[in-house]
């Protein structure tokens, strides 16, 4: 069924559907799914006494990637929160350790040997590497995992495993967060790494772009030719190699001056 997001309670959402009112519940979409009023959304009944409703998007599909918040730890494993009647239950074994409720993990749904469905959040053991990707292909996926000093693990379609490294990312990432990208490489084991950024003669304008902005707000900057890679990035997200195809192309355009450790604007 299709519902309108009518308004925000402290209970929830009201849902709008044939001119009856539905309550969605604040904690089955709090922490993964953004609504808004105005929006359109696909609901179950999943109440029909207390006429509560749930996102069609949290329900567990076998062999699905999906994203929850954690409802509840036990000793034996995680409960995450799908907004349904009943919780996803992620096995111990299955899990990661250290986690809290509220937390964000994604899990891919499977099926045990009675049929219920349960979740794995050891997504690295079920992606694949058997693909037919290769180096400047434009890809798209779902961050699954992300770790400090690494970089943010991208399920492919879903499918496929890839990294996109800490150095190249340009913002910070959130589990859930999907993504279009670029094959950086692949190596011969079929692991994939990831980049944001066009190929470098596709990506001087843009890096061109970047600094002219920076010099309008002060006419010159306090980094050139020498400067450290790391001031670069931090001021312009950019590498120093980036940093350097892009001021040259300014200067040979005569829109910069550029020294060792300053840049300045040319005045029209």
């Given amino acids: 069924m299709i519902g309108k997001v009518l308004k925000f309670t402290n209970e929830g959402a009201i849902i709008e559907i044939d001119q009856a009112r539905y309550l969605l519940p604040r ?3 709090d922490g993964v799914d953004n609504i808004n009023i105005g929006d359109f959304i696909e609901v179950g009944i999943g109440n029909k006494k207390t006429r509560e409703v749930y996102l069609e998007s949290r329900k567990p599909v076998l062999g699905d990637l999906k994203v929850y918040a954690i409802a509840d730890k036990v000793s034996f494993g995680y409960f995450l929160s799908t907004g349904l009647p009943n919780d996803l239950f992620v096995p111990m074994q299955f899990a990661f350790k250290n986690l809290k409720k509220g937390d964000k993990v994604a ?3 499977k099926e045990d040997r009675e049929g219920r469905l349960f979740g794995t959040m050891k997504l690295s053991d079920e992606l694949s590497h058997d693909h037919n990707y290769k180096e400047n292909d434009e890809v ?5 995992s992300i770790r400090r000093g690494v970089g943010a693990f991208v399920a492919i379609d879903k499918k496929y495993d890839a990294l996109l490294s800490e150095k190249d990312m340009n913002r910070a990432f959130e589990i859930g967060d999907n993504i279009k990208a670029r094959v950086k ?3 011969p084991d079929g692991k994939i790494s990831l980049s944001l950024r066009n190929r470098s003669h596709l990506q001087i304008d843009p890096d061109s772009v970047i600094i002219m902005e920076r010099l309008q707000k002060s006419g010159k900057l ?6 450290d890679p790391d001031a670069i990035y931090k001021e312009f997200g950019i590498s120093k190699q980036a940093f350097k195809r892009a001021a040259g192309k300014l200067k040979k355009e005569g829109l ?3 020294g060792d450790h300053e840049i300045k604007k040319i005045e029209d």
Avoid: P, Q
């Fill in 27 to 29: 904690g089955s979409f």
């Fill in 107 to 109: 899990v891919l749904v």
């Fill in 140 to 144: 798209e996926g779902m961050v699954y």
């Fill in 185 to 187: 490489y692949v190596l």
């Fill in 222 to 227: 306090r980094l050139g030719d020498k400067s």
């Fill in 256 to 258: 910069i001056i550029i």
